[in-house]
């Protein structure tokens, strides 16, 4: 499914590196773009939206 978050913790390309990893790290098939300057984060997944938003949350980062 196709999932859309405002990740508001978001300051620079590295923290979307961050995210993607801890996403992929829940689903190794996932799709994650992001921007930083909009802090919006889309992905394209097969797990649930409360294991992304846990994934992000868990690598420090703050999901409005
Ligand atoms: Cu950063």
């Known amino acids: ?3 859309q978050f405002k990740v508001t913790s978001i300051t620079c390309p590295c923290c ?3 995210i993607i990893a801890a996403v992929q790290a829940v689903d190794s098939g996932a ?5 930083p300057d909009t ?4 992905v394209e997944t097969s797990v649930n939206e409360d294991t992304v938003k846990a ?5 420090g980062h703050l999901v409005e």
């Open 1 to 3: 499914m196709a999932l």
């Open 55 to 59: 994934a992000i949350t868990n690598a």
């Open 39 to 42: 802090k919006v984060v889309n």
């Open 16 to 18: 979307v590196d961050t």
């Open 31 to 35: 799709t994650v773009t992001g921007d």
